[in-house]
C-alpha cells in the first residue's frame, strides 16, 4: 500500500499520532451536511487515515471534553455524535429560535396551493407561531390583525387567512387552543 496525502505526509512518510488531534477528529463531525448523524471509530479511520487505536483515543478525549457522546450499539460496536447542545448553541434552539419537528409540522401542514403560494402559505403559518410564542396567551383577532397585513399569503380577507392558517396553527407541536367561549391560544412550550 503507498501512502498518499491520505494517509501520511506529503514526503511518503506515516502520519504521526501528534497529526491527529481532537480538534481534527471533531472535524470529521462538523464537516458534515448532516452533524447529528453518529459515526462509528471507522468512519473516522477512513476520514482521516488513522489506526483504530488512535481514533478511539481522540473519540475518548472528545467524550471527556463534552464535544461529543457515546453508546454502544451491539455486542462489540459504538458509535459518537455531536451532542444536540452543540449543535444549536448554549441556551438556544435550532433554526433562528424554532424547534425542528415546528419546522416539519409546518413544512407538513396541510396548506391549500402548490409551488410560490404553498410557500407564503408556510411562510405565513410560521409567523403566526412566531407570534403566538411571543405573545403566550392571544386571541384569535390578535393574532390576525398582527400576522395576516404582513403575510397574506394569497388571500383577500383575514377571515379566507384564518380559515387555512388556524387549523394548520392549532396542529402544530406546543400550541394550544383554550376550551372557553374566549378562544384563547396558547404557546405552551416556553
Known sequence: MSNTADDGRADGSPPS?????PERVLSVFQDR???AKPLTATDVMDALGCSRKTAHNKLDVLVERG???TRKVG???????IPFSQLVGPGTEPQQDREPPVEHSIADADLPGTGDVLDDRRAALRAAYEYLRENPDTDAGKLITEVFQEHPAGYK???EW????GPALEDLPQVDLAADHEHVWHYVGG
Not at 17 to 21: C, K, L, V
Open 17 to 21: 499520532t501528534a497529526e491527529f488531534t
Open 33 to 35: 451536511v448532516d452533524q
Open 67 to 69: 464535544d461529543l457522546e
Open 75 to 81: 455486542a462489540r460496536s459504538r458509535v459518537w455524535w
Open 157 to 159: 380577507t383575514a377571515d
Open 162 to 165: 384564518w380559515d387555512a392558517i
